[in-house]
T-cell receptor, first 113, second 108 residues
Framework: KAGVTQTPRYLIKTRGQQVTLSCSPISGHRSVSWYQQTPGQGLQFLFE???????NKGNFPGRFSGRQFSNSRSEMNVSTLELGDSALYLC????????????FGPGTRLTVT | GQSLEQPSEVTAVEGAIVQINCTYQTSGFYGLSWYQQHDGGAPTFLSYNALDGLEETGRFSSFLSRSDSYGYLLLQELQMKDSASYFCAATGDDKIIFGKGTRLHILP
């Protein structure tokens, strides 16, 4: 089975721009979660989607949004980028919502200049 | 609030045993998971405890005490390849909360 894939792997953007990241879960997995990882804060939960519905949301501003498509693929969007948004964005999939065993993708390294 | 506490760093010797502790505070607690992340890699799932007690998977074991809001990951027969960051994660009503990770250093 193919693992979780994320595109792009690296991205450089300027403050004020917006960005869209993509995640394809493992085949058959219906839950996709997004995390932001920074050296000082560890892994911070952004949101979880299950069957195209946002099930849970972390404590991030409304500039961070996402969606899930009928094939379980998910996208995450960040608008009006700030320098502090520079991070590794990880996507994880699991069979069920609030899935205990999550499979992580390699991440998208976003740099905001 | 919801939070997890784990040591930022732990050092152990190759072949020895090391324990990484995690205390949590979260509403509607379901269970505690552990993940391993090597530098430059993605987190990989190690174990999950929903009930009190010890779960063993090869050289790794994980323990949970719901009454104490406490768990730990036990790594035995340490190998150099175990050098990585280890995260505990609490699954609750609203979300999954990760600790900030414990960096495990292994000395030869």
């Amino acid at each position: 089975k193919a693992g979780v894939t994320q595109t792009p792997r690296y991205l450089i953007k300027t403050r004020g721009q917006q960005v869209t990241l993509s995640c394809s879960p493992i085949s058959g997995h219906r839950s996709v979660s997004w995390y932001q990882q920074t050296p000082g804060q560890g892994l911070q939960f952004l949101f979880e989607y299950f069957s195209e519905t946002q099930r849970n949301k972390g404590n991030f501003p409304g500039r961070f949004s996402g969606r899930q498509f009928s094939n379980s693929r998910s996208e995450m969007n960040v608008s009006t980028l700030e320098l502090g948004d520079s991070a590794l964005y990880l996507c994880a999939s699991s069979l069920e919502d609030r899935g205990v065993e999550q499979y992580f993708g390699p991440g998208t390294r976003l740099t905001v200049t | 609030g919801q939070s997890l506490e784990q040591p930022s760093e732990v050092t152990a010797v190759e072949g020895a045993i090391v324990q990484i502790n995690c205390t949590y505070q979260t509403s509607g607690f379901y269970g505690l998971s552990w993940y391993q992340q090597h530098d430059g890699g993605a987190p990989t799932f190690l174990s999950y405890n929903a009930l009190d007690g010890l779960e063993e998977t090869g050289r790794f074991s994980s323990f949970l005490s719901r009454s104490d809001s406490y768990g730990y990951l036990l790594l035995q027969e340490l190998q150099m390849k175990d050098s990585a960051s280890y995260f505990c994660a609490a699954t609750g009503d609203d979300k999954i909360i990760f600790g900030k990770g414990t960096r495990l250093h292994i000395l030869p």
